[in-house]
Every structure is written in structure tokens, then in C-alpha cells.
């Protein structure tokens, strides 16, 4: 069974930076492109950006409003990904969870997701 | 604002169907055959009904059915039951610049 655990969510300042894990198990980590998606509060989900396999380079995507703040890294050796947030501002207070991507699925969608940890950015 | 757009909220009595609506461009929706759609319930994470437009994963229920036309993708809940009642996303392939986009979520409750 495919098991996803956030973690390191918390409260910080604006301008601030905080690192979360997520930690796999029940699948070959080593081989999965992972996804990092957000939902601010009551509100819709948010793709933040995606890291693929070391196998194709683990190359980084990441969404416009993350891009240049937050990086996406793995340590396929503990499965586990993780998302190193800086200069956060307000608007990136979300729950933030960890899905394996759409390119490591045979149906080309989230499979399967953590439970989410949450972020809160204010001053 | 979120990419795609979707009725805030649906509702139905129970055995009645409803149809929700998700309304891209042709950069997402129009262009791919990649709408998947999630149910969210409170407080829990994503779980995936429909992949492909209109494909349902083992295990989810045949009430749950997805169709496209054009830019517009539809889900579809026959047969409305009390567990029923959540969150509903769709989520279209965008392209190599966008990625993945979701729509702002439709609320739906079983009157």
C-alpha cells in the first residue's frame, strides 16, 4: 500500500523559509516522478512543481507563483522528497501534500496523496 | 483564480444525478485527453474518481462517470447518496509551461 507522510509544516514570518518532507513508502520511490500540490485555506488546489526520477536527471518543473522561492529535492537512499520554501509570504499559506506526479501513473493523474501539512505564513 | 472553472456548489436529493461542469481552453482541456477528477472530503486528502476524461480506477464506483466535449469536461454522480456529499476537482494536462491545473473546486451537498 502506497503511503505518503508530510511533515515540517508550521508557522512562519513573511520573508521567512521552511523545509517540508514528505516520506514514501509501498512503492519504488527511487523511480517515481513526485508532485507537490497546495490548497489555501477554503480554497481550490494548486500544482506548486514536480522533480522526476534520478534516472531522468532529477529535473525540476515548478509553477509561476513558487518559481525562483521553492525548490523540489529528493533522497531516494530515505524516500523521501522534500521542499525547501523561502522568501514565503502570505499568500503561500496552504496545506501542502506530496502526490506521486501524473507521469509515474498509468492513468496520467495524482494517484495517491499524503495528508497534507500545514504552512502558515504571517506576521 | 484558479485555471479552470467549475460551479461553486451543486446540489441533489438523494437517488437524483448531477452533472458537474469544468470549463477550460484549448491550451488544457481542449488539448489533451488528461482531465482526472478528485473527491475531496473535510479535513482529508485528494482521492481520484475519474482519470482520462472518463476512465474510473478499481474501486470507485460505477455512479461516477466522466465525459469531454471541446473545452468543457463533466462529471456525473448517478445515483446521489449521503457519502456522496464533498468537494469535487477537475484537473487538466496544460502543456510543458503549465503543467497541471485544477479547477477552484465544486461543492457538493445531498439535500
Known amino acids: 500500500e502506497v503511503q505518503l507522510v508530510e511533515s515540517g509544516g508550521g508557522s512562519v514570518k513573511p520573508g521567512g523559509s521552511l523545509r517540508l518532507s514528505c516520506a514514501a513508502s509501498g512503492f519504488t520511490f527511487r523511480n517515481a516522478w513526485m508532485s507537490w500540490v497546495r490548497q489555501a485555506p477554503g480554497k481550490g488546489l494548486e500544482w506548486v512543481g514536480r522533480?522526476?526520477?534520478?534516472?531522468?536527471?532529477?529535473?525540476?518543473d515548478y509553477a509561476s507563483p513558487v518559481k525562483g522561492r521553492f525548490t523540489i529535492s529528493r533522497d531516494d537512499s530515505k524516500n523521501t522528497l522534500y521542499l525547501q520554501m523561502n522568501s514565503l509570504k502570505t499568500e503561500d499559506t496552504a496545506v501542502y501534500f506530496c502526490?506521486?506526479?501524473?507521469?509515474?501513473?498509468?492513468?496520467?493523474?495524482?494517484?495517491?496523496w499524503g495528508q497534507g501539512t500545514l504552512v502558515t505564513v504571517s506576521s | 483564480q484558479s485555471a479552470l472553472t467549475q460551479p461553486a456548489s451543486v446540489s441533489g436529493p438523494p437517488g437524483q444525478s448531477i452533472t458537474i461542469s469544468c470549463t477550460g481552453t484549448s491550451s488544457d482541456v481542449g488539448a489533451y485527453n488528461l482531465v482526472s477528477w478528485y473527491q475531496q472530503h473535510p479535513g482529508k486528502a485528494p482521492k481520484l474518481i475519474i482519470y482520462e476524461g472518463s476512465k474510473r480506477p478499481s474501486g470507485v464506483s460505477d455512479r461516477f462517470s466522466g465525459s469531454k466535449s471541446g473545452n468543457m469536461a463533466s462529471l456525473t454522480i448517478s445515483g446521489l447518496q449521503a457519502e456522496d456529499e464533498a468537494d469535487y476537482y477537475c484537473?487538466?494536462?496544460?502543456?510543458?509551461?503549465?503543467?497541471?491545473?485544477f479547477g477552484g473546486g465544486t461543492k457538493v451537498t445531498v439535500l
Open positions: 522533480i522526476k526520477s534520478k534516472i531522468d536527471d532529477e529535473t525540476t
Open positions: 502526490a506521486t506526479d501524473p507521469d509515474s501513473s498509468d492513468k496520467y493523474s495524482f494517484d495517491d
Open positions: 484537473c487538466s494536462y496544460a502543456g510543458s509551461r503549465s503543467f497541471w491545473v
